[in-house]
């Protein structure tokens, strides 16, 4: 592959609370440059949801409430 040729990407992943509709309890980024991950600029926020976590939710991501408990809101870090 030509990876020079590559367009820039960006590539952003989220989890959500279980509600719905969901509530944003993470958002993490890593941006691709010539086909390579760029770590040096990737990022990742936890995010205090408005609505508890469902148990569902949970046993998927593992982020429960009392973990996110203390985070900062998604108006706080939109940004």
């Not at 941006?31 to 990742?44: E, K, L, N, W, Y």
């Not at 508890?52 to 939710?57: D, E, L, Q, R």
């Not at 046993?59 to 408990?69: A, F, I, N, S």
């Amino acid at each position: 592959m030509n990876f020079p040729s590559w367009p820039s990407l960006l590539l952003v992943d989220v989890e959500g609370n279980g509600a719905n509709p969901p509530d944003l309890v993470e958002v993490a980024a890593l941006p691709v440059r010539d086909g390579q991950p760029d770590t040096t600029t990737a990022g990742a926020w936890l995010i205090k949801p408005p609505n508890p976590v469902t148990p569902f939710a949970a046993r998927v991501h593992g982020l429960t409430t009392q973990v996110l408990d203390g985070k900062p809101g998604w108006e706080e870090i939109k940004d």
